[in-house]
């Protein structure tokens, strides 16, 4: 038995994942203790298990999943990140993992199987039922981060001519419906989409009411090779709760609610933070040394490169620098201030072009703006830095070099935040891939090299 059981019994009463909940579930896993592993466990959401999986370590997930494992089910295998999901899955015997899939609807089911190697896939494949199988089958066709990727087959379809009563004595009577959804889709006799009713409407309308009387304005469907990106952004910028998808025929062969678009714009948001830190947009918390040791040293080695650049220009001034040593001083404080600026530019920028706010029709328009904004920093700090250095130094044109540099990268910093990602947007790559690289090396080589260079004509 787990020593002190019963006071961590009384401590994790409630069905929240905190730290103290978090260190009884290692005790109890550990010491074997089935019992009290299991009713600390069994409050828990799904969402919250998935979460205490990834944050321990791979021994103390080993001991929670040798006792616990069976207890696994859709819901947990669907939140666990894919950092870790083959693991507990080669953890489940095959009848639990059958029974976990078959609880999913089958977008969730596609969802786990992207991330999987081809033995863990055909074995979930065995676990579902024909019907289901040739439905995940069918999603996998589709091309990798599309809409028929993302979607879920379970649909509820009405024709168009139907009354509410018609449609609501269907769904009570059908045997199988989706566990959510949000929209009755009203179709042709070719299975082509052509509107679609809210829950909320069909529920408060009478029963003679056409369905075709009370569609919803917002109607729109996506095609199943659209990009996943494109669906997330259509549900954003107009307010969607669900969307067909159709084939290359216009037939309807799923719907995507907005759960699944909301997890793409998270996931997007993540990569683009990620990617602009210069980390592995596919780092994660459960990641080993050896894992996330790889995603970040190809950064660090471009980071190295570009460095050396800036070590090249400082190299080039010197004898100015041996002549007035104090320049040594504030070198750092020129390439500080622009590469914030940079920065602060470019992560607006990056921002504006996911949520397709920056345009080609506004970008002229965004670069007056970045360039007037860093203009005016450049003016305020060369203002303070040249009363700093004059009261400092004694050397009024000290004062002028450092403030006539700091207004020349601030406003390079700010050209740069954004006319480097457009450009890269422009030639179809990831504007949040390599933009801070850029962005850092042109502020630090422009800020030496106009502080130094100018050091070398006013002051020599």
């Known amino acids: 038995m787990v020593q002190n059981g019963e006071d961590d019994r009384n401590e994790a009463d409630e069905d929240v994942l905190d730290a103290r909940r978090i260190g009884a579930i290692i005790e109890a896993a550990a010491a074997g203790d089935v019992a009290f592993l299991t009713e600390l466990l069994e409050p828990l959401h799904a969402a919250d298990i998935a979460d205490l999986l990834e944050q321990v370590s791979r021994s103390e997930r080993r001991d929670i ?4 494992s069976g207890e696994i089910d859709g819901d947990i295998l669907s939140e666990i990140d894919e950092g ?34 081809e033995p863990q896939k055909a074995l979930i494949l065995g676990a579902l039922d024909s019907a289901d199988r040739v439905a995940v089958e069918r999603a996998m066709s589709y091309p990798d981060y599309s809409a028929g990727r993302l979607m879920q087959r379970e649909v509820v379809v009405a024709p168009m001519h139907w009354t509410v009563g018609q449609a609501i004595d ?4 059908a045997t ?13 006799p070719r299975m082509k989409p052509q509107a679609y009713v809210t ?11 056409r369905l075709s009387d009370i569609r919803e304005e917002s109607f729109r469907t996506v095609e ?13 910028q107009y307010h969607l709760i669900s969307c067909p998808v159709v084939d290359e025929d216009g037939r309807l062969v799923g719907v995507i609610t907005i759960d699944d678009a909301m997890n793409v714009l998270d996931e997007e948001h993540e990569e683009d933070m990620l990617r602009l830190a210069g980390v592995d947009d596919e780092a994660s918390l459960s990641d080993g040394v050896w894992d996330t040791l790889r995603g970040r040293l190809p950064w660090l080695l471009i980071n190295l490169v570009t460095a050396s650049l800036a070590a090249f220009v400082i190299s080039l001034f010197e004898e100015t620098i041996s002549t007035i040593v104090v320049l040594a001083a504030l070198m750092p404080i020129v390439a500080s201030m622009g590469g914030n600026a940079g920065t602060q530019s470019l992560t607006v920028s990056v921002r504006a072009l996911a949520t397709r706010d920056l345009t080609s029709a506004n970008a002229a328009r965004f670069v007056r703006r970045e360039a007037a904004v860093g203009a005016i920093n450049g003016l305020v700090f060369a203002v303070i830095l040249g009363a700093i250095a004059t009261f400092a130094f004694g050397w009024p044109l000290l004062a002028v070099v450092i403030g006539l540099a700091m207004v020349i990268n601030l406003l390079v910093a700010a050209l740069a935040g954004v006319l480097v990602p457009l450009t890269l947007n422009r030639l179809k790559l990831d504007p949040a891939l390599a933009s801070g690289t850029f962005v850092t090396t042109m502020t630090d080589v422009v800020g030496f090299f106009a502080f130094l260079g100018l050091a070398t004509l006013v002051l020599l």
């Open 65 to 68: 999943l040798r006792l616990w």
């Open 84 to 117: 870790i999901r083959e693991e507990v899955i080669e953890s489940l015997s095959p009848d639990v993992l059958a029974e976990a899939v078959r609880e999913l609807d089958t977008d969730d089911v596609v969802d786990i199987l992207e991330d999987l190697e």
């Open 170 to 173: 269907f769904m009570r009577g």
């Open 176 to 188: 199988h419906l989706p566990d959510q959804f949000y929209h009755v889709i009203l179709v042709d």
């Open 199 to 209: 829950l909320g409407r069909l529920l408060s309308s009478r029963r003679e009411v």
């Open 224 to 236: 199943a090779t659209e990009p996943e990106s494109d669906v997330a952004y259509l549900f954003n």
